[in-house]
């Protein structure tokens, strides 16, 4: 049992069972809590023959290599999330119409000892050759723009994003 549920959120208890750390039930007094799973994007930009990655400057998988995106929040469409992310995270401006949606993986993402399981929606775009790129330095220590031959896979950080780096880049 992780240390986050260790006790019912609504009497207290500590008689209950969390099955598949999915669904979370109170043997007491029958409170139920589905540990859904939540929504992310991750978005491929490709420029010529090289697709941008970024440097994680944060827990988890911190220093190693990922993708620009991040959780959908409530109430967003995916399109919209990858265009907020791309916003804040690299200030760039694109139009949703431009995303490609190219693919779904299911993650794990281990944050501050809960996981949390993610289904990572998998877009691609093009970059236009002059446009500019600010990186939000608390997220993301670098950007680098990589060819196929240039990836090394031990660098990558989450399984969802190595399964679609051997998919979609590696191609
Ligand atoms: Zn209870």
Not at 69 to 80: C, L, R, T, Y
Not at 89 to 98: G, K, N, W
Not at 125 to 143: G, P, R, T, V, Y
């Amino acid at each position: 049992m992780p240390k986050f549920f260790q006790f019912c959120p609504k009497c207290g208890s500590s008689n209950h069972k969390f099955e598949n750390h999915h669904r979370f039930e109170c043997l007491d007094c029958g409170f139920v809590y589905y540990h859904n799973c939540a929504a992310a994007v991750m978005v491929i930009m490709r420029r010529d023959d090289k697709v941008l990655f970024t440097v994680r400057n944060n827990e988890p998988k911190k220093g190693k290599l990922d993708f620009p995106g991040g959780f959908v929040d409530p109430k967003e469409s995916a399109q919209f999330a990858a265009k907020r992310e791309l916003k804040e995270e690299l200030d760039i401006d694109i139009d949703m119409d431009d995303l490609v949606l190219l693919d779904t993986e299911p993650n794990d993402y281990d944050f501050r000892d809960i996981l949390y399981r993610t289904l990572d929606i998998v877009f691609e775009i093009e970059l236009k050759d002059n446009q500019k790129i600010n990186l939000e330095k608390s997220e993301i220590q670098e950007a680098k723009w990589l060819s196929a031959d240039e990836i090394n896979m031990e660098d990558i950080g989450f399984d969802s994003m190595k399964a679609v780096v051997k998919k979609y880049v590696l191609k």
